[in-house]
């Protein structure tokens, strides 16, 4: 990656914390995001072990950084660490994006928000909608909180360990009127759960290593159901492929990537992010190998 703007001594430090840290493509994002706008920041990886979470985030005051990303495994256990959370942070237990004001710092988390944008630049609304979601880990709940917030009708969880969708349903099941229902992986192969989703959302690792896809009714969809993976790697996923086979729209994780990254710029820069440009260098980054 070729930087190309000087860095001074007015140059303004953020980062993104995780562990690993070297597959990260917000680098690039970000970076050619800063050099579109003409600001004298620059988006560094940040190694940080667990033990170190603590002094870290010290550092981030410390060091007067502007903010920093938070990735795998630090997005929960930070939040013990900052002074204030959004309203999107706290209900989802997980912060992806520390805003430094003045000393005092904030966490928020952008990936619901990125997430429903993506899915509006599909022109779809979740609003009065029937959903399902596979997989009950961390971007299960940033997702869940989102769609419960836009007025989904009705979210089925389906997860190879039943109790932890029962346990995501338990915790938000109050949040909005929206319907929730936790059953096992078995419940998407009968076409009564999926004949009236207008969106199946994989939430799961499933296809990252280019295996099939959990046995899934695809066929009993409606035809204009929509098929999303949060996994943007390979770049057709066995989910999206195994969509596209039966003539399903699909949409994968490089857009809910690409918005959460706009919003969090947002946050730190108070400025409109530069879409088109963080578009291309996400897609630069992914065809390289990390
Ligand atoms: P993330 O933060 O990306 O959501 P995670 O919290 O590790 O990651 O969650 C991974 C999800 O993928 C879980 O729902 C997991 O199911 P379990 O809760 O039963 O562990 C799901 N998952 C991973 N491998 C799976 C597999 N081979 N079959 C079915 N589900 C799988």
Redesign the pocket.
């Known amino acids: 990656m070729s930087l190309s703007f000087t860095i001074t001594g007015q140059t303004r430090i953020v980062g993104i914390f995780g562990d690993p840290i070297t597959h990260t493509r917000s680098p690039a994002m970000q970076n050619a995001a800063f050099r579109a706008r003409g600001l004298p920041y620059i988006y560094v990886p940040l190694l940080v072990r667990s033990p170190d979470l603590r002094h870290a985030v010290q550092a981030i005051r410390a060091y007067n950084l502007v903010g920093v990303n938070v990735t795998v495994p630090h997005k929960e256990r930070i939040v013990r660490y900052l002074d204030a959370l959004s309203a999107e942070a706290d209900l989802c237990g997980a912060v992806n994006t520390v805003i430094n004001c003045e000393g005092t710092l904030l966490g928020d988390n952008t990936d619901g928000r990125g997430f429903l944008v993506s899915l509006q630049e599909r022109g779809f609304s979740p609003h009065r909608r029937e959903v399902v979601i596979v ?6 709940r940033a997702v869940l909180v989102s769609l419960i917030r836009a007025g989904t009708e009705r979210i089925t969880i389906a ?3 039943l109790t ?1 969708a029962q346990s995501l349903v338990r915790a938000y099941r109050t949040l909005g009127k929206t319907q929730l229902e936790a059953v096992s ?1 078995d419940k998407l192969q009968d076409p009564l759960l999926l004949k009236n989703s207008a969106l199946v959302i994989n ?4 296809g990252l290593h280019g295996e099939p896809f ?1 046995p899934l009714a695809f066929d009993a969809t409606p035809r204009n159901c929509l098929f999303y993976d949060l996994l943007y790697r390979p770049e057709l996923t066995s989910f999206l492929r195994q969509a596209r086979n039966a003539r399903r729209a699909g949409v994968d994780g490089r857009r809910m990537l690409l918005h959460q990254g706009a919003l969090a710029f947002s946050l730190w820069t108070r400025q409109p992010a530069p879409l088109e440009v963080m578009t291309r260098a996400l897609n630069r980054a992914l065809r390289t190998p990390s």
């Open positions: 997989g009950a880990g961390g971007s299960t997860n190879r360990t932890k992986l939430c799961t690792s499933v959990l």
